[in-house]
């Protein structure tokens, strides 16, 4: 699962997020562009948006404001990261954090450069 734009990662967002695979982010997360935030459950890549945010609206409905409660999201470990990169991917380590993310971060140019292969 890999970001498609600029932001940081809301609950609303990864709830919908989940089905589709194993998140590795938390929300409140700052997420950018080409940036992996999940393992897909098939083999390709998915360009998800994890900073939708709810449609606000003034017209309340019953029960519409239920609490989204995640799973279970194991933080991404050093072996980890190495186990999960592939030849495409890149990982960066800071003291605060270990992210994952695509060599090239735009999804247009990626699209490019796997036709071309």
């Known amino acids: 699962l890999v970001s498609d734009r600029q932001g940081t990662a809301v609950p609303y967002a990864l709830f919908n997020l989940e089905p589709r695979g194993n998140l590795f982010i938390m929300p409140g997360d700052p997420v ?6 999940g393992e897909h459950n ?3 890549d998915l360009n998800v948006n994890p900073c939708k945010t709810k ?3 003034n017209i309340r409905a ?5 609490a989204e409660v995640l799973s279970l999201i194991i933080p991404l ?20 954090s270990i992210r994952l993310r695509k060599a090239e971060l735009s ?3 990626r699209k490019t450069i796997d036709r071309g292969k």
């Open 32 to 37: 950018y562009e080409g940036m992996i935030v």
């Open 42 to 44: 098939r083999e390709n």
């Open 55 to 57: 449609k606000l609206s």
């Open 62 to 66: 019953a029960g519409k404001d239920d």
């Open 77 to 96: 470990t050093l072996e980890k990261a190495v186990q999960f990169i592939r030849g495409n991917e890149l990982m960066e380590v800071t003291p605060s």
């Open 107 to 109: 999804a247009q140019k």
